[in-house]
């Protein structure tokens, strides 16, 4: 067998059809850089560029004897990585307005629960507080705050 360095694409691929794990590196070696900075000026982003090229050569790795390759295989690559770039921005598009949706109904919901486990320990310790006041005073808070009935004091009591 020949040196894969030395085969054109269209060898490689049929190789790559038969499951030459050679054909594929050497394809891989080829094309990676060629389609990561076309992916990176497509995304601006790197780490994104380097997963889509990834998920491509994976593909190709795992469908390779279903592929049915072109005359030009280049031309193949890019189009199949621009078709990822393609369905990458609806998907983030989707994935960010359902997190947003997430963070906020957890916010909320934190926050009211929250309240209301704070509102009813703030309760609890008022009433504690009613309770220990001697009975008189208890009586006279009570008809104030809670019958609304106005209390007045006497400069003499």
């Known amino acids: 067998m020949r040196d894969c360095l030395t085969l054109s694409d269209s060898e490689l691929s049929v190789l790559l059809i038969n499951a030459d794990h050679?054909?594929?590196?050497?394809?891989?070696?080829?094309?990676?850089?060629?389609?990561?900075?076309y992916a990176y000026k497509k995304l601006r982003d790197e780490e994104q560029a380097?997963?889509?090229?990834?998920?491509?050569?994976?593909?190709?790795?795992?469908?390779?004897?279903s592929t049915v390759f072109s005359t030009n295989i280049a031309g193949y690559f890019f189009l199949a990585v621009n078709n990822r770039i393609i369905n990458y921005f609806p998907h983030e598009t989707v994935k960010?307005?359902?997190?947003?949706?997430?963070?906020?109904?957890?916010?909320?919901?934190?926050?009211?629960?929250?309240?209301?486990?704070?509102?009813?320990?703030l309760l609890e310790m008022i009433n504690r507080e009613i309770r220990a006041l001697p009975v008189k005073m208890r009586e006279m808070f009570e008809l104030s705050r809670k019958q609304h009935f106005p209390i007045k004091r006497s400069l003499n009591n």
């Open 96 to 121: 960010s307005k359902y997190l947003e949706s997430f963070a906020s109904f957890l916010n909320v919901e934190t926050d009211t629960t929250d309240h209301l486990i704070r509102e009813k320990q």
């Open 22 to 37: 050679k054909a594929y590196a050497q394809l891989y070696q080829r094309y990676f850089r060629l389609l990561y900075s």
């Open 50 to 65: 380097k997963d889509i090229i990834q998920e491509f050569f994976t593909s190709l790795l795992h469908k390779r004897e």
